[in-house]
């Protein structure tokens, strides 16, 4: 059955030092097609543990709308065909609360973490260590999973090479 409710969630573009890139094993690896991108966008996850999730978020920012529901396989197969190149592969570690996301592909280097709250005012948890967070990202259209996987691989590309740039040089 699907589960309906609200997501309090904040991004960030990071940094991970290589000694702990190292040490955090394999992850998890996720492989998300985009069936609709934009508000609101739906979603078919393959790669968690409890199965595949098609899920729908409607709105922006800290506070979305989120439903999720698993689906049978053969149903998020299907979906993510019909995603064609709307599709992100990212490795996820959970790093106390804090989730990890490195992208591969023509999205190699980026790296995300989130964090999940309980309010729209909670106080962030401290940053694991050997993680850097470079700048919150969570109203920046541009790093919603919909966003980067809309994009054509040389701008992917690009958005890498870009965002790990000096601050004022994108």
Do not use: C, N
């Not at 790093?143 to 890498?160: G, I, K, W, Y």
């Amino acid at each position: 059955m699907g589960e309906a409710g609200w997501e309090i969630e904040r991004r960030f573009l990071v940094r991970t030092d290589a000694r702990l890139a190292a040490s955090l094993g394999a992850g998890a690896r996720y492989t998300q097609g985009y069936v609709k991108a934009g508000d609101p966008s739906v979603r078919i996850r393959i790669g968690e543990e409890r199965g595949p999730v098609l899920t729908l978020k409607r709105g922006k920012g800290i506070k979305r709308r989120e439903v999720e529901t698993l689906v049978p396989r053969e149903v998020a197969e299907e979906l993510l065909a019909a995603a064609g190149d709307w599709v992100v592969r990212k490795t996820r570690w959970r790093v106390g609360r804090w989730d990890l996301d490195r992208f591969e592909g023509p999205l190699e280097g980026l790296e995300l973490m989130e964090v999940e709250l309980g309010r729209v005012d909670e106080e962030l948890p401290d940053a694991p260590t050997g993680i850097w967070i470079l700048r919150e990202v969570t109203d920046d259209k541009r790093f919603t999973s919909s966003a980067l996987a809309r994009l054509q691989p040389d701008d992917q590309e690009r958005l890498v090479r870009t965002v790990y740039r000096e601050p004022g040089s994108e």
